[in-house]
């Protein structure tokens, strides 16, 4: 059952960089669209919510395509902190349960 | 400091032992949940309760139980444990349910040998 894909990565990118990380879902029904971050051996955090006009929060923009059922974060001008990996997590409709994507891990090299 | 705890924060038993992860919250939310995460995995929803009398089971609930003693409090059993529930548990908390920001524990690392 692979509900939400996304590409493991690593993503290798130097700083300054723009990086792009994509990821599918399977249910149409769903209306809950995030990205979390998850740091080395550390909790999730809400890096952002995904809403259906897009959204910005600084160097991070997230896209939402219903249509294709994949969701987007653009990173820009990346930093050495930005080093993570990043969770793209879908709920099931209404007031389902969240599903989490495996992550895409992302280096940021100097 | 921090608004969800978890303790322990590493543990290590045998196989056949009761375990018991607790978790607590100043955040005065009402839904809880706990999570375990396998390397190439991600997270999956073990319980969850949506206040103190209501409990609902996830994707992988056989092998756990769950109290929810308090609004603050929602406790994670393993009654007999085994090597296969080796893994990173999180509890976390939400406002409003599965539409909204969920604020995650710090993890407890736990290892069934």
């Known amino acids: 059952r692979k509900e939400v894909e996304q590409d493991p990565g690593p993503f290798n990118v130097p700083e300054g960089a723009t990086v792009a990380f994509n990821c599918t879902y399977s249910?149409?029904?769903?209306?809950?669209f995030f990205w979390y971050r998850q740091d080395c051996r550390k909790e999730p955090k809400l890096l952002m919510s995904?809403?259906?006009s897009g959204n910005e929060d600084g160097r991070f923009t997230a896209q939402l395509n219903r249509a294709s059922q994949y969701i987007s974060l653009l990173i820009r001008d990346s930093k050495l902190s930005d080093s993570a990996t990043y969770l793209c997590?879908?709920?099931?409709?209404?007031?389902?349960?969240?599903?989490f994507g495996k992550g895409t891990r992302l280096s940021v090299i100097a | 400091d921090a608004d969800v705890t978890q303790t322990p924060r590493n543990r290590i038993t045998k196989t056949g032992k009761r375990i018991m992860l607790e978790c607590s919250q100043t955040?005065?939310?009402?839904?809880m949940y706990w999570y375990r995460q396998d390397p190439g995995l991600g997270l999956r929803l073990i319980y969850y309760?949506?206040?103190?009398?209501?409990?609902n089971k996830g994707e992988i609930s056989d092998g756990y139980s769950v109290s929810r003693q308090a609004q603050a409090k929602f406790s994670l059993s393993l009654e007999s444990a085994i090597p296969n529930q080796t893994a990173l548990y999180f509890c976390?908390?939400?406002?409003?349910?599965?539409?909204?920001?969920?604020?995650f524990g710090p993890g407890t690392r736990l290892t069934v040998l």
């Open positions: 976390a908390t939400s406002l409003a349910g599965f539409t909204d920001t969920q604020y």
């Open positions: 249910n149409s029904a769903s209306q809950s």
């Open positions: 995904v809403y259906s």
């Open positions: 997590v879908v709920n099931g409709g209404g007031n389902t349960p969240l599903v």
């Open positions: 955040k005065g939310h009402d839904r």
């Open positions: 309760s949506f206040d103190v009398k209501d409990i």
